[in-house]
């Protein structure tokens, strides 16, 4: 699985104003603290006014420290454009992002061909927004999909994000998110790869249980066939936990429950498939956990308590 560092997002107040100020050596920093991340994603918003060209000089500082794998992050089409065009070495860079709306498709669709790059579509449309369900992401994803393969793209260059909502605004989102990526990865052929930015499933929680339930609900995903994550790449437990799945080999104790949970989701069953320590406080918050995620408890700031 491909793992993409959000740590260069300009919703930070500390990375906008590094953005803004174009301060080499803090933004320099943040790209080696990403160093042990596939790609890097380097999301600024709009970048209009003193963001303006921003895209292009962080890319360039990317390079500079020896990293050529990036993910470019607007929505301004034209700042996407000038910094895919600028980048000396071209590793299958992500586009990110588009939705339906067939103006930005058709010029975004035409931009990853001719860099031969990734592109991610939102299985959201410009008229519409995001479909309260699975079938109806699932029907825009289809829709993007036509239109990508009829200008020529491969299926294999297209990821599709289910977009994940936060557990605290709407709890019912977390499964309508999991039923997408596995409804994606069995409906396409030839296939399509998937992708989430993770963090949004936390956004609003208690910062002590960011990690827990990033953690959880990346494990589901990888399960429901996830293909790559953008995520925290200060967060070591759950890198590890990543490259564990793919091995399938458990290190911890932990692991024989995070590898049945994979499963769980893999094989369309319930809880009572899964076999735990209840001894093990670690263990039972991260079934709690489960539990919130699919909707069988309600999630309150409290529910992981022991």
């Known amino acids: 699985m491909i793992l993409i560092g959000e740590n260069i997002h300009v919703i930070s107040k500390k990375v906008r104003e590094a953005l803004q100020n174009r301060d080499e050596i803090f933004v320099k920093n943040l790209i080696n603290f990403q160093k042990k991340m596939d790609y890097i994603d380097l999301n600024v918003g709009p970048a209009k006014g003193d963001l303006a060209g921003v895209l292009g000089w962080v890319s360039g500082l990317v390079e500079s420290e020896n990293f050529s794998k990036i993910s470019l992050d607007t929505t301004n089409f034209f700042e996407m454009k000038n910094a895919v065009s600028n980048l000396e070495k071209n590793e299958k860079v992500f586009l990110n992002s588009v939705g339906f709306d067939e103006e930005k498709l058709d010029l975004m669709t035409d931009l990853a061909l001719e860099n031969n790059s990734n592109l991610v579509a939102l299985t959201m449309s410009k008229n519409s927004g995001i479909p309260k369900t699975s079938d109806g992401r699932l029907e825009i994803a289809f829709q993007i999909y036509e239109k990508c393969l009829e200008k020529g793209m491969e299926s294999e260059s297209i990821y599709f994000d289910p977009l994940v909502l936060p557990l605290k605004v709407d709890q019912s989102q ?12 069995e409906s396409f052929d030839p296939p399509v790869r998937t992708i989430i930015g993770l963090s949004n499933i936390s956004n609003g929680v208690p910062t002590d249980l960011r990690p827990l339930i990033n953690r959880v609900f990346g494990v589901m995903a990888f399960g429901a066939g996830l293909d790559a994550v953008i995520m925290d790449a200060g967060d070591e437990e759950l890198i ?67």
């Open 174 to 185: 977390a499964v309508e998110a999991l039923n997408t990526l596995k409804m994606i990865k």
């Open 240 to 306: 590890r936990v990543f490259r564990m799945l793919e091995k399938s080999s458990p290190e911890k104790d932990i692991d024989n429950l995070y590898l049945q949970i994979a499963k769980m989701i893999e094989n369309f069953e319930g809880l009572d498939a899964i076999n735990y320590d209840d001894l093990d406080v670690e263990q039972v918050r991260v079934f709690k956990t489960c539990e919130v995620l699919l909707g069988e408890k309600i999630y309150s700031d409290s529910f992981a308590q022991v």
